[in-house]
């Protein structure tokens, strides 16, 4: 078996921490939790880090393609690893949740978001995991692009990273449980 978990984000420095890289935050905290370091792979324009658990092969990417070209990146990396979307779990921000909760759905819409929007025009199914770590709405009449594009604020810190580390552990339940539905019972809210 193998697991495909996939943290969206922008690539480059100005990106870095930003609430629309959160996806890659979650990534990079699993990737210091297991002691692996990513690898930029040119071929499927993605940083990789793989690792064996209980057994299992266990892929984390993050697509270097800017977000709203993930698709790009993913649909042929899954393709080459064999894998389906079922074996497909994606952690990305959304505004419609408050600042830090998780929300995990096993399929959906995109809700507006251009990385999800890549995905499903590129992906053969809408039915992957989705793990959603709330960023909040807009505050101060700041448009949705500044907002995702921003970092999080002082007062916001701690809460964001508490929804950072919340993904992370869903993440590392779910590798455990190989189920997504009680993953979900034990993170959602």
Known sequence: MTKMIVGLGN???NYQHTKHNIGFDVLELLA????LTFKRDKTFTADIATTFINGERIILVKPVTFMNESGKSIQ???????????DLTVIYDDLDLSLGKLRLRQKGSAGGHNG???LLSHLDSPEFNRIKVGIGRPK?????VNHV???FDQEDKETAHIGILRAADAV??????NDFKQTGNQFNG
Not at 32 to 35: E, G, K, N, T, Y
Not at 140 to 144: D, I, L
């Open 11 to 13: 690539p480059g420095d």
């Open 32 to 35: 210091q939790r297991l002691s």
């Open 76 to 86: 042929p990396l899954l393709a080459y690893n064999g894998l389906n979307t079922s």
């Open 116 to 118: 999800i929007k890549s």
């Open 140 to 144: 101060h009449n700041m448009s949705v």
């Open 149 to 151: 594009l921003s970092r």
């Open 172 to 177: 590392a339940y779910f590798i455990e449980t």
